[in-house]
């Protein structure tokens, strides 16, 4: 597989303005690049639910699969950086999203898993308020998901 | 009535008044004094376990809350039950000495029969009797122990140290004692405990790479028995107090982290796994239905004195949970039956400390004063007399945080006011005097600043919805522990059952509703958040309270609860 073949792949997998921006701010993808691509699918961007970003992204509607980890904090200690792991203990296991209920772009990390890769990803999404946040795998051509929620909270008054 | 029964009668009332012991009850308890702290060795292995004494090395007063409700799957569950249900729960006899303890009932009147609890140099006593007639024992300190005095706050936790060294406290964790700063907590840890006390929390590691801060568990050989002990921070520190405290490292509850370290105790050999834990106990209930392999989770934070040991089953087996009070109030007892490289039964009992029952042992009494005498002239300033019981524990008011929310708006000219739900500081007896010290005792915290904010309608519900699904969240990995906050001023209605954004209604202020875009001007302290300045609440407190001279019984403002009857966790 080339390089811009790879690239496509994750792009079709994310699709959003927001994933793509992220690749382009993390120099995965050139700015010029990441505008232009930007048509190849706005409709998981738009998305405003799970069922809805999965149908765009051309998949089957996903499963709910306990095969699937998150490791994140139930309530977070700074909603600007909240730490989000995800493992897929899914055979064929071949994309790992990360997607939040309330943020105004769904999407948030998609990361593609190579062949013989472990698929375990971790990454920091941000939050507003308390939110479900979704891990949702694509596995052998189907999607599958999992979510947890993570309390955003105003602090104080503990103990 | 003959003169000589009217007289009788008023001899009674005045021995009663001078705090003499008069119902029968508490005569027939008091014949058995002696004895009360023989308890009966079990087993070949002991823990001594205190949590929560929040730095008060002194005997002192501690009314245990009347209000204390249980949601989801906590409701009508220890350690949601309060007042005569705990009594018949617990079998324990009404006006007894462990009523007293144990239950807010009759507080005042009790409190004078059975006089104080707790104090440094009483519990030191009872430690000693313990561990003398135990020889394989540990004591375990489960945190919020350098935090709630004005000596501790002035000493930055030194009188606490060298407190808790003489105790002879084997390991530790933490909650409060964070709020000193991770530089001060890592140079107390390596500095003064090295080689005397380990402090252990699995569940915190750095913001950066994540590697351990503390260690997280350790092995002791206690009789030839390998015992290992792991512990378990406070998980939300950051969040309940201000995280710029504590910047570089992070929390958590930490489950799978915990499950890792106790198959790797287990794997080395450990017969007995314990959780020092400082969860809180509806969480610790819940990760010992989840975790495999803890015999025990002897546990704190959330101030529950429950008088006996909760089992509950998991995977793996079965999770013995306690909690074990607060304020130096308690020594909890657990003996443990070790046959064949693992635990094969135990007893349990959380011993109230009645300073009266123990002499005060000499050595620790000589620090408590050394360390005290500097300041002695200004701890004992009378501020005013009370004229009312002052307490702070309860759901969603005491009688101090009222004292404490009328100083604020009188000071501070403000409509209404916040006051954080802390649990800990101690109460006063109606007729005795308000010293400094006990207005430290409520309020000796880092970030002591009050403030004046303007809030819209709006945000002051969101607010109150915020705190009260800390409080009631059905899932206890959601609650942070701590008491709703207290609201001075503007009276609401709650319901605990409802759902986050739904359980706050009917927000007036002086019978006028509460207008969601209207700007209100609204006291406070406490702030987490960093830059946050403000006289510190000590002062507020003091000014009003001198001002004041005599203070009457203050009027506590309380929301109208919906939705709560039957609910265990609420006695008159």
């Known amino acids: ?159 | 009535m003959t003169q000589d029964r009217r007289d009788f009668l008023r001899m009674i009332a005045a021995a009663a008044a001078a705090g003499l012991p008069l119902a029968r009850a508490e005569a027939a308890a008091a014949a058995g004094d002696g004895r009360f702290y023989d308890v009966p060795r079990f087993g070949n292995v002991s823990l001594l376990h205190f949590t929560d004494c929040h730095a008060q090395l002194s005997p002192l007063w501690f009314r245990e809350p009347n209000v204390n409700l249980g949601v989801g799957v906590g409701r009508n569950r220890a350690p949601h039950l309060v007042g005569e249900v705990l009594l018949e729960a617990f079998g324990i006899r009404p006006g007894t000495r462990e009523a007293y303890a144990f239950t807010s009932l009759d507080f005042s009147r009790a409190a004078r029969s059975f006089g104080k609890v707790g104090g440094f140099a009483h519990l030191a006593t009872l430690v000693k009797r313990l561990r003398a007639s135990r020889p394989a024992s540990l004591l375990l300190d489960g945190g919020d122990t350098w935090q709630g005095s004005a000596t501790a706050l002035w000493s930055r936790g030194q009188d606490m140290i060298e407190a808790t060294r003489l105790l002879g406290v084997d390991i530790m964790t933490a909650h409060w004692e964070f709020t000193y700063g991770q530089d001060r907590v890592k140079e107390i840890v390596e500095k003064e405990l090295a080689g005397k006390t380990e402090f252990l929390a699995q569940n915190i590691e750095t913001r950066d790479f994540g590697d351990p801060v503390f260690k997280a568990w350790t092995m002791r050989e206690l009789g030839g028995v390998p015992v290992a002990v792991i512990g378990q921070a406070f998980p939300y520190s950051p969040i309940a107090n201000p995280r710029y405290l504590m910047a570089d490292w992070t929390f958590g509850i930490q489950e799978e982290r915990l499950q890792k370290y106790v198959d790797e105790a287990r794997a080395k050999g450990a017969a007995v796994v314990v959780l020092l834990s400082h969860n809180g106990m509806d969480v610790d209930l819940k990760l010992a239905a989840r975790v495999r392999g803890i015999d025990v989770i002897l546990g704190g934070h959330t101030h529950d004195g429950v008088p006996k040991a909760l089992e509950i089953s998991n995977a793996g087996g079965k999770t013995v949970v306690t909690n074990a009070g607060s304020n130096g109030k308690f020594l909890a007892v657990m003996d443990l039956e070790v046959k064949g490289a693992r635990m094969t039964g135990y007893r349990y009992k959380l011993l109230p400390v009645f300073s009266r029952l123990l002499p005060a042992d000499r050595d620790m009494q000589q620090l408590i004063v050394r360390n005290r005498a500097p300041h002695a002239a200004k701890l004992s300033e009378k501020l005013a007399v009370t004229e009312g019981l002052l307490y702070r524990r309860g759901n969603f008011n005491g009688t101090f945080d009222q004292v404490m929310l009328d100083a604020l708006m009188t000071v501070k000219g403000a409509d209404l006011a916040f006051s954080p739900g802390f649990r800990w500081g101690t109460s006063i007896l109606p007729g005795e005097a308000i010293t400094f010290e006990h207005v430290m005792d409520q309020t000796a915290i880092t970030y002591p600043y009050t403030t004046l904010t303007e809030m819209s309608g709006e945000t002051i519900k969101n607010v109150l919805e915020d705190v009260c699904d800390n409080l009631f969240n059905p899932d206890p990995y959601y609650q942070q522990g701590g008491d709703m906050v207290r609201v001075g001023g503007m009276t609401y209605a709650c319901e605990p059952g409802a759902k986050m954004g739904a359980r706050i209604s009917d927000l007036r202020l002086k019978g006028e509703p509460i207008a969601a875009s209207k700007l209100y001007k609204v006291a406070g302290w406490a702030p987490v958040a960093e830059g946050a300045q403000g006289e510190p609440a000590w002062d507020i407190l003091s000014q009003y309270l001198r001002d004041k001279k005599t203070l009457a019984p203050p009027r506590l403002n309380l929301p109208r609860l919906i939705g709560v009857e039957g609910n265990a966790g609420i006695a008159p």
């Open chain 1, 1 to 159: 597989m080339n390089g811009n073949e790879e690239r496509r792949k994750v792009i079709k997998a994310g699709g959003g303005i927001g994933l793509l921006g992220l690749l382009a701010a993390a120099g995965l993808l050139p700015a010029g690049e990441a505008l232009a691509q930007q048509q190849w699918n706005s409709g998981a961007f738009g998305a405003r639910n799970l069922a809805d970003a999965v149908k765009a992204l051309g998949g089957t509607p996903p499963a709910e699969n306990k095969a699937i980890q998150i490791t994140a904090p139930d309530i977070a200690e700074n909603g600007l950086v909240v730490p989000v792991s995800v493992t897929s203990n899914i055979p064929k296991t071949e994309s790992i999203a990360i997607l939040v209920e309330k943020n105004p772009n769904l999407l948030s990390a998609v990361f593609e898993i190579p062949n013989g890769t472990d698929p375990f990803v971790s990454t920091r999404v941000k939050l507003a308020e308390s939110t479900d946040v979704y891990a949702l795998v694509k596995a052998d051509g189907k999607y599958y998901f999992l979510k947890k929620e993570i309390k955003v909270t105003l602090g104080g008054c503990g103990g």
